[in-house]
């Protein structure tokens, strides 16, 4: 979002063209905010249905899947007929992404995608807080990664649980809980992360909770009393070197 509004101030509409991957892996409500804010700003908007999930890679779940999601994106992207062949590419990656365990950061290398957030500096903290001075809805949005962050390694990724997993999530956000992760350990068994000072409210709203959630098909639900925690999936990964490192910034250096 900060990153269209930037384009839509430095550049004439005919100049940039914004893109979205209208994806299963992604909440449904993040196809209705791009619309919205591609119309708020008077500028192109292509929407390219996902593929992701049809694809093996993907489809597997194994630790590189956000690797082959990535690349399936930007080949959509730059197959598309409204993209001038010789134009860049730009995402919204920002400096707290690279100290995160991102494969899809090594797609992005290979694939010549510029990040110029993470190039000038911007962490997650100071893009909410220009987000907020120029009054745009993003600003409060909870953050809500790739829905696949809730299935384990090596559980495939299957559309209906996807489903089930926006659906859970988005019942839990209307009681209140605007971050929350439903994390489907078994395909019938959902565990349910709030932050941690919201852990009494979540047991309180024990009955309404369950009430909501079973008609989705899981057997049962439990609390993480940890909380919410980003990266939880990750601490299953074996501790041998990871094929996709964290990629380290070091300011003022160009990504590269």
């Known amino acids: 979002m900060l990153l269209a509004q930037a384009a839509a101030e430095a550049?004439?509409?005919?100049?940039?063209?914004?893109?979205f991957i209208d994806s299963e892996l992604d909440p449904p409500a993040s196809r209705r905010r791009a619309t919205a804010e591609a119309a708020r700003l008077g500028a192109s908007l292509q929407i390219i249905p996902?593929?992701?999930?049809?694809?093996?890679?993907?489809s597997a779940n194994l630790p590189d899947r956000?690797?082959?999601?990535r690349k399936l994106r930007h080949g959509q992207v730059r197959q598309h007929p409204a993209l001038p062949f010789h134009w860049p590419l730009a995402d919204g990656t920002h400096l707290d992404d690279l100290e995160e365990r991102r494969p899809g950061l090594q797609a992005a290398r290979e694939d010549q995608i510029l990040h110029p957030?993470?190039?000038?500096?911007?962490?997650?903290?100071?893009?909410?807080?220009?987000?907020?001075?120029?009054?745009?809805?993003?600003?409060?949005?909870?953050p809500s990664p790739c829905l696949a962050?809730?299935?384990?390694?090596?559980?495939?990724?299957?559309?209906?649980?996807?489903r089930r997993i926006a659906q859970a999530e988005a019942l839990i956000q209307g009681l209140g809980f605007s971050c929350n992760r439903v994390r489907l350990y078994t395909p019938q068994a959902a565990i349910?992360?709030?932050?941690p000072q919201d852990?009494?409210?979540?047991?309180?709203?024990?009955e309404t909770l369950l009430e909501g959630i079973r008609p989705l098909g899981f057997a049962s639900l439990a609390l993480d009393l940890e909380g919410y925690f980003p990266g939880k999936m990750d601490r299953t990964l074996s501790p041998e070197p990871d094929l996709f490192p964290v990629v380290h910034f070091r300011e003022g250096t160009p990504f590269e």
Do not use: M
């Open 11 to 19: 550049l004439d509409c005919h100049d940039y063209i914004l893109f």
């Open 50 to 58: 996902g593929i992701e999930t049809e694809h093996p890679a993907v």
């Open 66 to 69: 956000c690797y082959h999601c």
């Open 117 to 142: 957030l993470a190039e000038t500096g911007w962490t997650k903290s100071t893009i909410r807080q220009a987000l907020e001075a120029l009054g745009l809805e993003a600003a409060s949005v909870a």
């Open 149 to 162: 962050t809730r299935i384990p390694y090596g559980q495939p990724v299957r559309r209906e649980n996807l």
């Open 192 to 195: 349910l992360e709030v932050p």
């Open 199 to 206: 852990l009494p409210q979540a047991f309180a709203l024990r």
